[in-house]
């Protein structure tokens, strides 16, 4: 078994949490985000679909979910920076007795609100929520929608039905909203004791009726705190936005390539803005150009712009998977996302313009960034060199800069 490189992570570092189909690994920078160190692999030969940092009451916990066909799932945690982790001999995620379901998959683990520092949520395959109420010691079933009444009648997507998407409201305690695929949007307003669809305004492309309450195959939503009621959804073939909390939705796929993609993310302080990486073309093939862009919004989706400076426009055939795009929280924010290929992208000016920060990995299906350290004393610090908040996209000369498009690769840490 190969002997992972641990990283020295400190306080204020720039983490990467990259999960991949053959273990995980983490990627550390100074706020700069000028190079980069790469550590792991750690659980190597294991499927890591779902990555988290929870940094609330002081902690630095690194979260990940490691599955095997041999060991099936668990999640594992680390409080030293990824040099040791749980290894619980029973999984801590488990269907109560007499379910006749078995857990398959963990595709996504979602601390909760800063105000409930003990509270995180778990999303599984099959189609399930998980609760934890003390910090990740133990986990229960979500009852009410494990007992919706349309949980028989939700297909597999071609990932499986798997709970994917889990997105707290930061303004009412008792709102939850989930994405599955193939079921759709639901959500709750009274704590997680009744769900709705809210799928109105979503289509199934797939389906012989285009507008079904339930049954869509919804592959990312992602709201901004500052604004609880705008919700932006990535779907099988549509995107759309959301101004009532989920309540209908209206098509925003305005001058994008086509509208059918995995990632997305928000801007960390731009409400208006929102990254996402189409697939230019049917399904999971790539153009004959062999183009790499991500698409930015700076209106809520009333414009999309294409961001590929520093990535390959010729022979690239990659594909980037719904929870592979990430963003930290500087002044100018970073933007990060990883292929099917293998290759790790960053970008330290919004999107302005990318470099390679590792190649040569197994394919990554989830990156998570995050600022290491205590919440309330790291402070987002902005590099000389980067662009002011007004000048998004442009950097400031600097003398001695390298020229743009050169390289910059993680390299192992020691």
Same mark, same amino acid.
């Given at each position: 078994?190969?002997?992972?490189?641990?990283?020295?992570?400190?306080?204020?570092?720039?983490?990467?949490?990259?999960?991949?189909?053959?273990?995980?690994?983490?990627?550390?920078?100074?706020?700069?985000?000028?190079?980069?160190? !790469?550590?792991?692999?750690?659980?190597?030969?294991?499927?890591?679909?779902?990555?988290?940092?929870?940094?609330?009451?002081?902690?630095?916990?690194?979260?990940?979910?490691?599955?095997?066909?041999?060991?099936?799932?668990?999640?594992?945690?680390?409080?030293?920076?990824?040099?040791?982790?749980?290894?619980?001999?029973?999984?801590?995620?488990?269907?109560?007795?007499?379910?006749?379901?078995?857990?398959?998959?963990?595709?996504?683990?979602?601390?909760?609100?800063?105000?409930?520092?003990?509270?995180?949520?778990?999303?599984?395959?099959?189609?399930?929520?998980?609760?934890?109420?003390?910090?990740?010691?133990?986990? @229960?079933?979500?009852?009410? $929608?494990?007992?919706?009444?349309?949980?028989?009648?939700?297909?597999?997507?071609?990932?499986? !039905?798997?709970?994917?998407?889990?997105?707290?409201?930061?303004?009412?305690?008792?709102? !939850?909203?989930?994405?599955?695929?193939?079921?759709?949007?639901?959500?709750?307003?009274?704590?997680?004791?009744?769900?709705?669809?809210?799928?109105?305004?979503?289509?199934?492309?797939?389906?012989?009726?285009?507008?079904?309450?339930?049954?869509?195959?919804?592959?990312?939503?992602?709201?901004?705190?500052?604004?609880?009621?705008? !919700?932006?959804?990535?779907?099988?073939?549509? $995107?759309?936005?959301?101004?009532?909390?989920?309540?209908?939705?209206?098509?925003?796929?305005?001058?994008?390539?086509?509208?059918?993609?995995?990632?997305?993310?928000?801007?960390?302080?731009?409400?208006?803005?929102?990254?996402?990486?189409?697939?230019?073309?049917?399904?999971?093939?790539?153009?004959?150009?062999?183009?790499?862009?991500?698409?930015?919004?700076?209106?809520?989706?009333?414009?999309?712009?294409?961001?590929?400076?520093?990535?390959? @426009?010729?022979?690239?055939?990659?594909?980037?998977?719904?929870?592979?795009?990430?963003?930290?929280?500087?002044?100018?924010?970073?933007?990060?996302?990883?292929?099917?290929?293998?290759? $790790?992208?960053?970008?330290?000016?919004?999107?302005?313009?990318?470099?390679?920060?590792?190649?040569? /990995?197994?394919?990554?299906?989830?990156?998570?960034?995050?600022?290491?350290?205590? /919440?309330?004393?790291?402070?987002?610090?902005?590099?000389?060199?980067?662009?002011?908040?007004?000048?998004?996209?442009?950097?400031?000369?600097?003398?001695?800069?390298?020229?743009?498009?050169?390289?910059?690769?993680?390299?192992?840490?020691?």
């Amino acid at each position: 078994m190969a002997t992972p490189r641990h990283l020295d992570v400190r306080d204020g570092d720039v983490l990467l949490m990259v999960g991949t189909m053959k273990g995980a690994f983490l990627a550390r920078s100074r706020p700069s985000r000028s190079s980069w160190e !790469l550590g792991g692999p750690y659980f190597p030969g294991y499927a890591v679909y779902a990555m988290a940092y929870d940094g609330r009451e002081g902690r630095r916990r690194l979260w990940a979910g490691s599955s095997s066909m041999h060991w099936g799932a668990v999640v594992r945690s680390s409080d030293d920076g990824g040099r040791t982790w749980t290894n619980p001999e029973e999984a801590p995620i488990k269907f109560p007795e007499g379910s006749e379901l078995s857990l398959k998959q963990v595709w996504q683990i979602r601390p909760g609100r800063a105000e409930e520092p003990d509270i995180l949520y778990c999303g599984v395959e099959p189609a399930s929520l998980f609760e934890s109420r003390d910090g990740g010691e133990s986990w @229960q079933l979500v009852q009410g $929608l494990h007992d919706h009444p349309h949980r028989p009648k939700w297909e597999p997507g071609g990932g499986g !039905l798997c709970l994917h998407t889990i997105v707290p409201d930061p303004a009412d305690r008792q709102r !939850l909203l989930v994405a599955i695929s193939t079921g759709g949007v639901y959500r709750t307003d009274d704590g997680g004791r009744t769900w709705r669809a809210r799928n109105q305004g979503v289509r199934a492309q797939f389906l012989p009726g285009r507008h079904p309450e339930f049954g869509q195959c919804v592959h990312k939503v992602v709201r901004h705190p500052l604004r609880p009621d705008r !919700l932006f959804l990535q779907n099988h073939w549509g $995107l759309y936005r959301s101004d009532d909390a989920g309540d209908t939705w209206g098509d925003i796929a305005n001058g994008v390539p086509s509208d059918f993609g995995f990632a997305m993310e928000t801007h960390p302080h731009d409400p208006d803005s929102v990254y996402i990486v189409p697939i230019e073309s049917d399904e999971f093939r790539c153009p004959p150009e062999g183009r790499l862009r991500v698409f930015r919004t700076r209106d809520a989706g009333r414009s999309w712009q294409p961001l590929s400076r520093g990535l390959p @426009q010729r022979g690239s055939y990659d594909v980037v998977l719904r929870d592979a795009l990430a963003a930290d929280t500087l002044e100018p924010a970073g933007i990060y996302f990883g292929t099917r290929g293998g290759k $790790l992208f960053g970008s330290p000016d919004e999107g302005g313009s990318w470099e390679l920060v590792a190649d040569g /990995l197994p394919p990554i299906v989830c990156v998570k960034a995050a600022i290491f350290g205590d /919440l309330k004393s790291r402070r987002a610090r902005k590099p000389v060199h980067m662009a002011s908040p007004g000048r998004r996209g442009k950097k400031r000369p600097t003398p001695g800069k390298r020229a743009p498009g050169r390289r910059r690769r993680a390299r192992p840490a020691a």
